[in-house]
C-alpha cells in the first residue's frame, strides 16, 4: 500500500507552518486519536520513551510563558492546544511491559549514558511522529525549540522525572501562510547513495 497524492499533500507537500491559529478547541478525543496513532510507530526495542503533556488551558499555556523565547510566545498562548514532548529517563522500567527479551532493562540500568541516548533518540523519533499523526487527523502544526529546557521540566514535569524536549504546537490554521515556504535542500545537497 501506498499513499495516494491526496495523503502526501496532507502530510508534506502542502503542509505548512502555521502563523496564527482560529479560535477553534482540539477536542480530547482528537489528542487520543493522535497519541494512539503515534504510540504505533517503530522504537528501538520498542522502547517508546516519548511522554507527552498536552496543555490545553490558557492558564497552562500561560505557564510557559516564561520559558519562551521571546519570538515564541504569541505563538504558543495563542495555539489551542501546545504538547511538552519529553522523554523518561528511566524508561526501561517499562520495557518488561514493552518488549519480552530478557535483561533489557539491566543492560540499560547500568548504563546511564546509553539509556539517556536511547531516550532522547527515539523520544524525538516519536516526537516526530505526534507532527505526522496530528497532520494526518486534520491539525496543523508548529515545532518549537526557543525555550528553557529545565524551566519548563521544573513547572510541569518534576513529578515525574521526564525531561523536555521540544514543543509542538496544534490546533487549526487561521488561513494561509502570507510568506511562501522555505527552501530545502535537495537530494544531491543532503544525501549519499553509496
Given at each position: 500500500?501506498?499513499?495516494?497524492?491526496?495523503?502526501?499533500?496532507?502530510?508534506?507537500?502542502?503542509?505548512?507552518?502555521?502563523?496564527?491559529?482560529?479560535?477553534?478547541?482540539?477536542?480530547?478525543?482528537?489528542?487520543?486519536?493522535?497519541?494512539?496513532?503515534?504510540?504505533?510507530?517503530?522504537?528501538?526495542?520498542?522502547?517508546?520513551?516519548?511522554?507527552?503533556?498536552?496543555?490545553?488551558?490558557?492558564?497552562?499555556?500561560?505557564?510557559?510563558?516564561?520559558?519562551?523565547?521571546?519570538?515564541?510566545?504569541?505563538?504558543?498562548?495563542?495555539?489551542?492546544?501546545?504538547?511538552?514532548?519529553?522523554?523518561?529517563?528511566?524508561?526501561?522500567?517499562?520495557?518488561?511491559?514493552?518488549?519480552p527479551e530478557p535483561g533489557l532493562r539491566a543492560w540499560f540500568a547500568?548504563?546511564?549514558?546509553?539509556?539517556?541516548?536511547?531516550?532522547?533518540?527515539?523520544?524525538?523519533?516519536?516526537?516526530?511522529?505526534?507532527?505526522?499523526?496530528?497532520?494526518?487527523?486534520?491539525?496543523?502544526?508548529?515545532?518549537?525549540?526557543?525555550?528553557?529546557?529545565?524551566?519548563?521540566?521544573?513547572?510541569?514535569?518534576?513529578?515525574?522525572?521526564?525531561?523536555?524536549?521540544?514543543?509542538?504546537?496544534?490546533?487549526?490554521?487561521?488561513?494561509?501562510?502570507?510568506?511562501?515556504?522555505?527552501?530545502?535542500?535537495?537530494?544531491?545537497?543532503?544525501?549519499?547513495?553509496?
Open positions: 500500500m501506498v499513499l495516494d497524492e491526496s495523503g502526501l499533500d496532507l502530510l508534506f507537500r502542502s503542509a505548512r507552518t502555521p502563523e496564527r491559529w482560529r479560535d477553534e478547541p482540539v477536542s480530547d478525543e482528537t489528542l487520543r486519536s493522535v497519541y494512539d496513532l503515534v504510540r504505533l510507530g517503530p522504537t528501538s526495542g520498542n522502547c517508546s520513551p516519548a511522554r507527552f503533556v498536552f496543555l490545553r488551558t490558557p492558564d497552562n499555556r500561560e505557564r510557559l510563558r516564561s520559558a519562551l523565547s521571546a519570538g515564541n510566545v504569541d505563538k504558543v498562548l495563542s495555539a489551542p492546544v501546545t504538547v511538552i514532548v519529553a522523554h523518561d529517563p528511566l524508561f526501561f522500567d517499562r520495557l518488561a511491559y514493552l518488549n547500568a548504563d546511564v549514558g546509553l539509556a539517556e541516548e536511547t531516550a532522547f533518540r527515539n523520544g524525538t523519533l516519536q516526537g516526530g511522529y505526534l507532527i505526522l499523526a496530528a497532520r494526518a487527523l486534520g491539525l496543523d502544526v508548529l515545532p518549537i525549540s526557543g525555550f528553557d529546557a529545565y524551566a519548563i521540566e521544573d513547572a510541569f514535569l518534576a513529578g515525574q522525572g521526564w525531561r523536555a524536549n521540544f514543543l509542538v504546537c496544534l490546533g487549526y490554521a487561521d488561513g494561509e501562510p502570507e510568506r511562501p515556504r522555505a527552501p530545502r535542500l535537495a537530494f544531491d545537497d543532503a544525501c549519499l547513495m553509496l
